[in-house]
């Protein structure tokens, strides 16, 4: 949002899971998550959890130049920083046109030395694990990275996984597939603890012995109620305008440890799953009037509704339309990973990624969160209509 001129006062923000804020004795219910065949770490953040799989997947090999990780060429920059970090190799390959998931041809041309290939759930929209698992050497880990989706077994709307036992909580079919599995409890995420991540592990985890972060119960409660307050239209609207704030930017930032996540978060985690799998479920196909989602035979719990769009011109005038109505779109990341600042010298590319660079020019996405009403969704379709012949149902190279 470079100018506010013609700017809504009110703003749908672009994400908001509100953060549960427990009452009474709430967080001590169900106290304890787990899936069978699985290892449970908590850590201070998504990131540091994709770093510690990314150690484990390293460890695991029998090779010691077996030390590269695959990345997707478009995705978070903090995927590199776990890498990085973790002392492994970030290998960057292409996504497919037709569909999200890797370039399956690269895939099999230089994973010949991956210690494992991370693969990210983007907005809600899954990878096809098992198809990513035939391409790949048999001493390849697959992480999963669901920080922008909590794996849900069943979402068809109306109906709800079994909550009732989180001790034992059941992962899509597709998920056992990976051997690493992993979710992030930061802002704008599924589950929102302001913070923290979750690794689910088929290798045992190492207790942490580096401190944890600082923050105190108290601390996170005013947070947490700032943070909820920002969510409404004209609070977020008035947020947005404030100088140098460059909210939603993408940049390359380094981890600098793995930390366990603040033990007094630890009891309000299976009750925050549990509530925001609870919520109003957004898919494709309750958003399908207000535009067509992509790659919607993929799609699960929505983050963001995934458009696109036939160029970058009518992606920005998709945008600059939409926030002037009041609804905050955005261009998702807007740079190929390899582009990103400072991400170049860090990785491999062995081969050029024009899908993901075009995707970065091409992806729109609008809101589903709990607070789009019906009256924001009419709004969203009359503006995307406008723009229905621009949108595409794949990448357009």
Known sequence: MATFGAMSWRQVPPVGTPVWLAKGGEQSVHAEFGVAGYHCGYYQSGTAALAQAIKLSLAAQTAPSQRDVILPGYGCPDLVAACVYAGANPVIIDIAADKYTFDLAQVEKYASDAAAIVCPSLLGICMPIAQIKDALPDNTKIIEDDAQWFPEADTTEGRRHNLDNLCDYQLPRDCTDSDFILTSFGRGKPVNLLGGGMLLSRIPQAQQTIAEPVSTPMSYRLKSKVFNA?????????????????????????????????????????????????????????????????????????????????????????????????????????????????????????????????????????????????????LMHNIVKEFKLRLTDKVAL
């Open 230 to 378: 920002l969510m409404n239209p004209l609070l977020y609207g008035a947020l947005v305008r404030l100088p140098g704030l460059d909210l939603g930017s993408t940049n390359y930032h380094a981890l600098d440890k793995i930390a366990p996540i603040e033990k007094f978060k630890r009891p309000l985690i299976p009750a925050a799953i549990r509530r925001y799998l609870n919520m109003p479920m957004a898919t494709a196909n309750t958003y399908s009037d207000v535009g067509d989602c992509a790659w919607a035979d993929q799609s699960r719990r929505l983050l963001r509704l995934p458009l696109l769009v036939d160029n970058i011109k009518t992606r920005n005038k998709l945008v600059t339309k939409c926030i002037q109505q009041g609804i905050s779109a955005t261009a998702m990341y807007q740079k190929a990973l390899h582009d990103v600042p400072g991400v170049a010298t860090l990785v491999k590319l062995p081969a050029a990624t024009p899908v993901s660079q075009r995707l970065a020019a091409t992806l729109v996405t609008l809101p589903t969160h709990a607070g789009v009403t019906e009256k924001h969704k009419a």
